[in-house]
């Protein structure tokens, strides 16, 4: 990897465009200029966060700058200096900045941010959910054995990669991440329940998977004041309380068929579902995944029946079964932000400093919807990175954006 970093050619003030783009940010990000300058006390510091900050996010949209080096190097022309307030950095205070700066003071940035955003134009047939669709679910990164935890950890497991687990609520309606929190991969606190289970919030409609399955975590969601629908486990068993009458109504007969709507009890004396509880039974594709390697398996094989769980009683079963539906949109999220975070190259070695990466990478995702109004593609990313390095000019960039699906007003 350093030997990469040292062959990658010298950048040139033409190779970074569109700066003017970080105008409305940096004001935004002016907050945490003294951050981490307690440290300081000699009081030479000379990158400070919000510095920094703009420097990931260029790193992030010019496909340019590939690495650390990449960064200090794009730090050092005067264009970037004067558009992002930048002084020129050295090596040794970008690998220094993810010990000092606290990747929390970005959460509320964000925030904010989110809140700017007007909804995309949502699916009318979901006009009377008044809770907010939050998709959640989590998705693995892995940093490349370079690096130094991967060292003892090798030792330790056996294996060349560290594995981290980005946590991530996604709202449907606005078709952005509001939330991701960043864990080692593994069980305990790291264990994907656990993470969901502390950061539940009241009246939010939450989709997830059978991952998440789990009867307190049920109870915990329906304790908040917010809602579930869940897919559960092929071989999961309940005791049937009342059946509903299944239809589908011609409007939603793209959904499939609803097989059986059932008001129903879970659990046993040691663990139970403590509030009203329907499943839902819809028709799929039977389907059979196979590992990665010979004989392996993901465990996410389907017998062809979708069992939904939810504590929405009087909420048709048509359109539960379409709010699962959308639970795929934090599929298709997920390779878009992989893209654009760059994990391919993780700038940290430590999780502060992949947190800052992660919180950097997901406000450039709002600030490509604040900037086209529209909802942004992997194409949109593409092309705006073409526009920073020069390669599209200002109207090839509108012209792709005009073909964008427009957010609601």
């Known amino acids: 990897m350093a030997g990469k970093e040292r062959q990658q050619s010298k950048l040139k003030e033409s190779d970074v465009t569109g700066l ?27 990158l400070h966060y919000d510095q920094y900050c703009m420097l990931i996010l260029l790193y992030l949209f ?19 200096q004067r558009k992002l307030g930048c002084p020129r950095a050295s090596l040794g205070s970008l690998s220094e900045a993810t010990d000092v700066f606290d990747a929390r003071r970005l959460q509320e940035i964000i925030s904010e941010l989110g809140d700017q955003l007007q909804p995309i134009a949502a699916d009318s047939r979901l006009k009377d959910i008044k809770q907010t669709l939050t998709l959640v679910d989590g998705s693995l990164i892995s ?19 560290v594995k981290w687990r980005l946590h ?16 080692p991969d593994g069980g305990g606190e790291h264990d994907e329940r656990a993470v969901f289970e502390k950061t539940i919030e009241p009246d939010r409609l939450y989709a997830f998977d059978r991952g998440y399955a789990k009867f307190e975590l049920f109870n915990k969601v329906a304790a908040s004041g917010s809602s579930y629908v869940c897919r559960l486990r092929d071989n999961a068993v309940w005791q049937e309380v009342e059946k509903h009458s299944a239809h589908l109504d011609a409007q939603h007969a793209e959904m499939g068929d609803i097989l059986s709507d059932q008001t129903v009890e879970m659990g046993s004396s040691k663990s139970r579902v403590d509030h009203p509880v329907r499943v839902i039974c819809v028709k799929c594709n039977p389907h059979t995944t196979r590992g990665k390697y010979r004989g392996g398996s993901s465990g996410v094989d389907s017998d062809g029946v979708l069992r939904i769980a939810t ?9 539960i079964a379409l709010i699962f539906s959308h639970r795929w949109a934090i599929e298709i999220f997920f390779r878009f932000f992989k893209h654009m975070l760059g994990c391919r190259h993780l700038l940290s070695r430590n999780q502060n400093g992949i947190e800052i990466q992660t919180y950097c990478a997901i406000i450039a995702c709002l600030l490509i919807s604040l900037w086209t109004g529209k909802q942004p593609t992997l194409r949109t990313y593409e092309m705006i990175c073409f526009y920073f390095c020069g390669m599209a000019n200002e109207d090839e960039l509108i012209h792709h954006i005009k ?5 609601s007003a």
């Open 62 to 80: 010019n496909p340019i700058v590939t690495s650390l080096r990449g960064i200090q190097q794009a730090s050092e022309l005067q264009k970037v």
């Open 143 to 161: 940093a490349l054995p370079q690096m130094m935890e991967a060292s003892w950890r090798k030792s330790d497991t056996g294996s060349g990669m």
């Open 20 to 46: 003017k783009y970080f105008d409305k940010l940096s004001p935004m990000l002016r907050r945490l200029h003294d951050d981490g300058c307690q440290r300081d006390t000699a009081g030479n510091r000379e």
């Open 403 to 407: 073909k964008l699906t427009p957010h």
């Open 168 to 183: 991530t609520h996604f709202e449907a309606a606005k078709s952005i991440p509001v939330r991701i929190d960043v864990t």
């Open 311 to 319: 504590n929405l009683i009087d909420v048709p079963a048509e359109i």
